[in-house]
């Protein structure tokens, strides 16, 4: 089976700060990772995808995400944090293109001034 | 390009009911799958409907049936509610295929769903 640790459910980062999110995955096989992001009463919105290929991969609002095998991790990072960045992140895994997402429980961020 | 589309919005249903809640995924998308979300936590997979059969199941009771038409909406039911299906539940809408390049899920906003 499948599962995703996200360390730490609340983060508190500075404007302009370096925003850090873990993510640690288990699979039996090679995964598909993703991280979304979750508005206050909204959906969830897709920041980036690694399926193969490069393992640095950059998304949408200046996210990126390196995959480490060796590490089973999935860190997002953003340089600078903006206000508009506070919102819930999940990190999520699926084990085949169609097949179902497996999330974590959430890193919530908090931006302040 | 309309996204995915859920309805109602909110929704308050007194225990021992039963509730039906829809989707209408992306154009162009066929597949659809369904995440309950509670409070506080990750969303978790329901099922997954694919040329209107039911493809992947999570670990949820049989109290919780889908349905998906001809036209790619689809319907999730949830029969004897418990004040534990108090969540939002999530819609989303993807092309099938192994392999895609384009795989990636897209959500809708979601149905909360309150049993008192």
């Known amino acids: ?113 | 390009d309309a996204g995915v589309t859920q309805s109602p919005t909110h929704l308050i249903k007194t225990r021992g009911q039963q509730v039906t809640l829809r989707c209408s995924p992306k154009s162009g998308h066929d597949t659809v799958s369904w995440y309950q979300q509670a409070l506080g936590q990750g969303p978790q997979f329901i099922f997954q409907y694919y040329e209107e059969e039911e493809r992947q199941r999570g670990n949820f009771p049989d109290r919780f049936s889908g349905h998906q038409f001809p036209n790619y909406s689809s319907e999730l039911n949830v029969n004897a509610l418990l004040l534990g299906d108090s969540a939002l539940y999530l819609c989303a809408s993807s092309l099938p295929g192994q392999g895609s390049l384009d795989y990636g899920y897209t959500f809708g906003s979601g149905t909360r769903l309150t049993v008192v």
């Open chain 1, 1 to 113: 089976a499948q599962s995703v640790t996200q360390l730490g459910s609340h983060v508190s980062v500075s404007e302009g700060a370096l925003v850090l999110l873990r993510c640690n995955y288990s699979s039996s096989v090679p995964p598909y990772l993703f991280w979304y992001v979750q508005y206050p009463n909204q959906g969830l919105q897709l920041l980036l995808k690694y399926t193969t290929g490069a393992t640095l991969v950059k998304g949408i609002n200046g996210f990126e995400a390196e995959f480490k095998k060796s590490e089973t991790s999935f860190h997002l990072t953003k340089p600078s944090a903006h206000m508009s960045d506070a919102a819930e992140y999940f990190c999520a895994v699926s084990k085949a293109a169609g097949n179902k997402l497996t999330f974590g429980g959430g890193t919530r961020v908090l931006v302040k001034p």
